[in-house]
């Protein structure tokens, strides 16, 4: 019987990556893309965790290096007042931007016999049998009476004590490292009180935070590259399970982990790996749609449940300003604290 085609809907990360693994299993694949390739996006672009072994499987971690991802090994945190050392980090990460990782991952794809529908939208709500949902996260207007925005944008002349800074405020947090073509990327996750008019209306000053604060001097002679620049907004970060979606789902769209982690890019390569066996064995008509997708929802949540319970403890301490002194503290003199933080949320 001839391989039954899947239709991806979704060319981010997880999008792709499932692209790819399918392909490789001689399995045809179509994944529809809204916007084009290359492009930038919201995101800290450091890679952490698991995934990183997924992309070696699925022998992407050299496609990735040659790409020109860069090798990390330590991060600082600060508050306003206070910092850490240089810490080591428990597993190294890699940092890439999202321009050249995703282009990269489109070009793979094809390569491989993938067809990819560039400026095309899929009608949502038609996620029938053979369709996977990789749309990334859900819009969400507010939670707990806060709206979520992220902004992004690739920097010269920034000085870095780490390969990764973590600068955390009252606003949100924002993270500083080192990508492929030599610029820093300065990525925040902020909030705002749903009633507030406060629009980011000047990245840079929400980017660069309070005058006299540690990340405000880091960036101080920065040079943006205005072209880089991008924002998102409507984050919901409240985890999900992976068995409550309707549809067959993988990355983001499943459920988003806090960026402070660095994760979210590895849970969405690692979802797509454990997809793979079960779609072609759908493919193959070998089980249901159903149960193919019972299958993957349940791995899922049992990968991904504690990292989420973990990453939403993490996130509350580093967005309570009452707390983010002692967490810097915690990390400078804890190495316990510092390596379970670490590894539980991952
Ligand atoms: C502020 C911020 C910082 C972050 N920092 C990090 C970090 O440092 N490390 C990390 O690991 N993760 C980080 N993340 C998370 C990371 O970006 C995501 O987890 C990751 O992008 C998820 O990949 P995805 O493929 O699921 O979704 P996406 O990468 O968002 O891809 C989804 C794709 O689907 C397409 N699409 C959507 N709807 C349709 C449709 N109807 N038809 C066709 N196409 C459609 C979109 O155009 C998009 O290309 C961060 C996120 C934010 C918001």
């Known amino acids: 019987m001839a391989a039954k085609p ?6 981010g990360l997880a999008g792709l990556t499932l692209g790819i693994g399918l392909s490789r299993r001689d399995v045809p694949v179509t994944v ?3 916007g084009h390739y290359p492009r930038h996006r919201v995101c800290g672009e450091f890679i952490s965790g698991r995934g990183q072994e997924t992309l070696a499987r699925l022998g992407l971690r050299g496609l990735l290096e040659r790409a020109g991802a860069v090798d990390a090994g330590t991060a600082a945190f600060f508050s306003a007042t206070q910092f850490t050392p240089p810490r080591s980090l428990p597993a190294r990460a890699i940092c890439l931007s999202r321009f050249t990782m995703d282009h990269a991952l489109a070009v793979e794809f094809r390569r491989l016999g ?10 949502d709500g038609d996620f029938g049998e053979g369709v996977v949902r990789a749309t990334g996260r859900r819009a969400q207007a507010k939670e707990n009476g806060s709206r979520w925005f992220g902004l992004k944008a690739h920097a010269h002349n920034v000085p870095l004590t780490a390969d990764l800074e973590m600068h955390v405020s009252p606003q949100g947090y924002v993270g500083l490292c080192r990508v492929d073509n030599g610029a820093v990327n300065v990525c925040g996750l902020f909030r705002r009180r749903a009633s507030a008019d406060q629009t980011p209306h000047n990245w840079r000053d929400w980017l660069r935070g309070q005058a ?13 590259d205005e072209n880089s620049f991008c924002a998102v907004a409507g984050i919901s970060l409240r985890p999900q399970r992976a068995a409550t979606r309707a549809e067959c789902c993988v990355g983001d769209a499943i459920t988003m982990i806090p960026p402070a982690t660095g994760n979210g890019m590895s849970m969405a390569f690692e979802s797509a790996e454990m997809a793979v066996a079960p779609l072609v064995a759908w493919s193959c008509g070998e089980i249901s749609w159903a149960l193919t997708r019972q299958t993957l929802a349940r791995r899922c949540d049992v990968m991904f449940a504690r990292r989420l319970r973990w990453a939403k403890w993490l996130q ?3 967005l309570t300003p009452s707390l983010q002194n002692v967490l810097v503290r915690f990390v400078s003199r804890s190495e316990w604290f510092w ?3 670490f590894e539980r949320t991952r």
Do not use: D, K, Y
């Open 339 to 341: 390596r379970t933080a």
């Open 316 to 318: 509350r301490m580093m």
């Open 32 to 34: 529809w893309e809204a």
């Open 212 to 224: 006299g604060s540690p990340l405000n001097q880091r960036l101080v002679a920065a040079e943006f």
């Open 114 to 123: 993938g067809e990819l529908l560039e400026g095309q939208r899929w009608r």
């Open 6 to 11: 899947i239709t991806i809907v979704g060319g």
